[in-house]
């Protein structure tokens, strides 16, 4: 049984053939947009619960390069690798996020679980050991935003819940590293920070569920425009179980460890 949250009229997430389907766009493309995954009330009920405390939320405010490492002492500053792009949203992290919340519900579908693992190609998928990075509730008032990055993980689940009148749009480059490879793709990167080389948007509206690769697509989310703030949850997995994120990591994105 699929947890009512997820529309599985239009999304049989339980149908291999569907599955399939849904695996080939997402090789193919580097990115899936399933609208309507998750129900108007499912929707509306996160909204509810989450959009009071914006202020509870962690901002970083912080300046980074987009592989999220420490600079290099031995590189000029405009090398690929020290050049610093800003970020400023903030986020709710999974011991934040109420225990009846739908949001549970859907991360811990097994059904939902087996349809990820299917589409992306794995095994099995595992929640954090921490505590703080399974679910997470992402905020972006007007003029804050989410700089351009590379992923550490291989695969990001997404949700939108809430659209900004403007901005807020989630803007990527397929293909620019090839993180196995060795090939950090820094000519690339420099093209793109200096807005040489076009990139492009993905397209979603709150309810869609967004599966992306972004080890080696890189990408951010523009400032938001306007009153509304953008609103998103990130559903975290690993491909093997007990795999907490690191105090140094923790401290970064959540400015606590537990
Ligand atoms: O907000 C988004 O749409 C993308 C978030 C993202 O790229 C991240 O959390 O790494
Ligand atoms: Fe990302």
């Not at 149908?15 to 995954?37: H, N, R, S």
């Not at 009153?227 to 690993?238: E, G, H, I, S, Y």
């Amino acid at each position: 049984m699929t947890t009512a949250h997820i529309d599985s009229g239009t999304h049989p997430i339980d149908d291999p053939d569907y599955a399939a389907e849904c695996k080939d766009e997402l090789d193919a493309a580097g990115a899936l947009v399933l609208p309507g995954f998750f129900t108007e009330e499912a929707v509306k009920a996160v909204v509810r619960e989450s959009a009071h405390r914006e202020a509870e939320a962690f901002y970083a405010d912080s300046t980074h390069n987009v592989y999220l490492t420490p600079s290099d002492d031995s590189l000029t500053g405009d090398h690929a690798f020290n050049r610093q792009v800003a970020s400023s949203k903030g986020l709710l992290a999974d011991d934040q996020v109420p225990a009846d919340s739908p949001l549970r519900d859907v991360y811990d579908d097994t059904t939902f679980r087996s349809f990820l693992c299917d589409v992306l190609g794995i095994e099995a998928i595992y929640p954090y050991a921490d505590n703080l990075s399974s679910i997470n509730v992402h905020f972006a008032a007007a003029g804050r935003e989410l700089g351009w990055h590379f992923d550490n993980s291989s695969f990001a689940v997404t949700m939108l819940l809430q659209a900004p009148e403007a901005g807020g749009e989630f803007e990527y480059v397929a293909g620019v590293r090839d993180s196995d490879g060795g090939d950090e793709g820094y000519e690339r990167v420099v093209s793109i920070l200096e807005e040489v080389e076009p990139v492009e948007v993905l397209e979603f509206e709150p309810g869609a569920l967004v599966l992306f690769r972004g080890r080696d697509a890189i990408h951010r989310v523009t400032p938001t425009r306007g009153d509304t703030t953008r609103m998103l949850v990130v559903f975290a997995f690993n491909d093997a179980p007990g795999v907490a994120l690191s105090e140094s990591a923790l401290e970064t994105f959540y400015g606590r460890i537990s």
